[in-house]
Every structure is written in structure tokens, then in C-alpha cells.
């Protein structure tokens, strides 16, 4: 299984940023994906998750009506779109898949390998 996470780097806050996630060897239209951040010294959070078939979506109060998930599940792809962007928005963001829950990283069954967001304010 492979999780293959891109379209991270510098922004100035207020801007905007795409993340993909391109899964492989895994039925990925069949998991609930999930975004996950980490920033220097603090622990892993989830960002918001996507059901299988994209009809349910839950964010992290911190992102809510900036973030955006969603899916393509012809094309394997994740998507996190990042708009208004603020400094503490600065993190590595990674893909998962499995039985995610926004409170918890306890359910990801696969990590993607993570890309680097940075906010400059």
C-alpha cells in the first residue's frame, strides 16, 4: 500500500494550497480517508475526514469553512484545498486510510509519507 502525498510548500498567509494524495495497492474507494497534520514538537492531528463516498464530511474546528476534502475515488486521489491560509497552519500534512475518527489517530490503518506546508505570515 502506498500513500503518495504532494503539492505542499511556501505560501504567505492568506494565500491558498492544494494537497493530492494518490493511493495505490489498496481498494481505496472502499476507505474513509483522512487528513492529518503535525507541526515542531506537537503531537499529530487530524484535520477532517471523507467516508468512502464522499458524502460524509467532518473538519477539525481550526479548519472549518477554510479546508476542504474530497475524493476521486476513478482516479485513486485525495484532496485537501487550502484557502486563507494562517502561520499556525504550518505543519507536515499527511494522508491516511482506514477507520478514522477526528479525535483519534488510533484507527489509521496506512500513513502517507507527509508534505510539508509552511505559512509565512
Known amino acids: 500500500v502506498q500513500l503518495q502525498a504532494s503539492g505542499g510548500g511556501l505560501v504567505q498567509a492568506g494565500g491558498s494550497l492544494r494537497l493530492s494524495c494518490e493511493a495505490s495497492?489498496?481498494?481505496?474507494?472502499?476507505?474513509?480517508m483522512g487528513w492529518f497534520r503535525q507541526a515542531p514538537e506537537k503531537e499529530r492531528e487530524s484535520v477532517g475526514l471523507?467516508?468512502?463516498?464522499?458524502?460524509?464530511?467532518v473538519y477539525a474546528d481550526s479548519v472549518k469553512g477554510r479546508f476542504t476534502i474530497s475524493r476521486d475515488n476513478a482516479k485513486k486521489t485525495l484532496y485537501l484545498q487550502m484557502n486563507s491560509l494562517k502561520p499556525e497552519d504550518t505543519a507536515v500534512y499527511y494522508c491516511?486510510?482506514?477507520?478514522?475518527?477526528?479525535?483519534?489517530?488510533?484507527?489509521?490503518?496506512?500513513w502517507g509519507q507527509g508534505t510539508q506546508v509552511t505559512v509565512s505570515s
Open positions: 471523507i467516508n468512502w463516498t464522499g458524502g460524509r464530511l
Open positions: 491516511a486510510a482506514g477507520d478514522i475518527v477526528l479525535s483519534s489517530t488510533r484507527g489509521v490503518q496506512y
Open positions: 495497492g489498496l481498494p481505496f474507494s472502499t476507505y474513509t
